[in-house]
């Protein structure tokens, strides 16, 4: 299974956006891309996915690149409690393949 | 709506022996994935099942087992303990698994093995 890549970790101010990359490169063209988050102690948390077009919802933004080989979550205002870690996802039927995530720190 | 939940929240066990974990998805899913989750290895899909039937499987090995009834509700069962289950098992549910639909995790059941 294709994995995605991100980097390890990553680090915001509180109340600034915060743009987290993901390559995809071996995305096949009816695979959506998810992201969800993991927040200490918690089991993961759906934060967004999308197809081909930027898809917005009330906790993000999603902006797939035109040849689908990466993508950015745009967290608008970074808070305190959106320090987790964010796993890019291929989405396949019934499972999601994990890689590392990204780590991200909030600073106050 | 209540979320999925997971029974029992922490077990601690002895190697060879086997241990039982229950979920419940959210009510109207059918189907339920379980992940196991160390720190080594990070998240990894155990298997999923939809309508009663294994309709994914992992890279695991046949210890590592599970089943869903009728109310969706499902177990996962782990046979002959080894020091290196020890992990935070997660199971989630969506309402049919399609790769477009959002998987709503449970808070995990933690396995300790000694």
């Known amino acids: 299974d294709a994995k995605t890549t991100q980097p390890n970790s990553m680090e915001s101010n509180e109340e600034e956006p915060v743009h987290l990359p993901c390559n995809h490169s071996?995305?096949?063209?009816?695979?959506?891309i998810h992201w969800y988050r993991q927040l200490p102690s918690q089991g993961p948390e759906y934060v967004i996915h999308?197809?081909?077009s930027n898809v917005n919802n009330r906790m993000a933004s999603l902006a797939i690149a035109e040849d689908r080989k990466s993508s950015t979550l745009i967290l608008h205002r970074a808070t305190l409690r959106d320090a987790a870690v964010y796993y890019c996802?291929?989405?396949?039927?019934?499972?999601?393949?994990f890689g590392q995530g990204t780590t991200l720190q909030v600073k106050p | 709506k209540a979320g999925v939940t997971q029974t029992p929240r922490y077990l601690i066990k002895t190697r060879g022996q086997q241990v039982t974990l229950s979920c419940s998805p959210i009510?109207?899913?059918?189907?339920v994935s379980w992940y196991q989750q160390t720190p080594g290895q990070g998240l990894q899909f155990l298997f999923e099942?939809?309508?009663?039937?294994?309709?994914n499987k992992g890279n695991f090995p046949g210890r590592f087992s599970g089943r869903q009834f009728s109310n969706s509700r499902s177990e996962m069962n782990v046979s002959t303990l080894e020091l290196g289950d020890s992990a935070l098992y997660l199971c989630?549910?969506?309402?049919?698994?399609?790769?477009?639909?959002?998987?709503?995790f449970g808070p995990g059941t933690r396995l300790t093995v000694l």
């Open positions: 996802i291929r989405g396949d039927t019934g499972k999601l393949i």
């Open positions: 099942y939809f309508s009663e039937t294994q309709r």
């Open positions: 999308g197809l081909t």
């Open positions: 071996t995305i096949s063209g009816t695979d959506y």
């Open positions: 009510s109207g899913h059918r189907s």
């Open positions: 989630a549910s969506s309402q049919d698994g399609s790769s477009y639909n959002e998987q709503f």
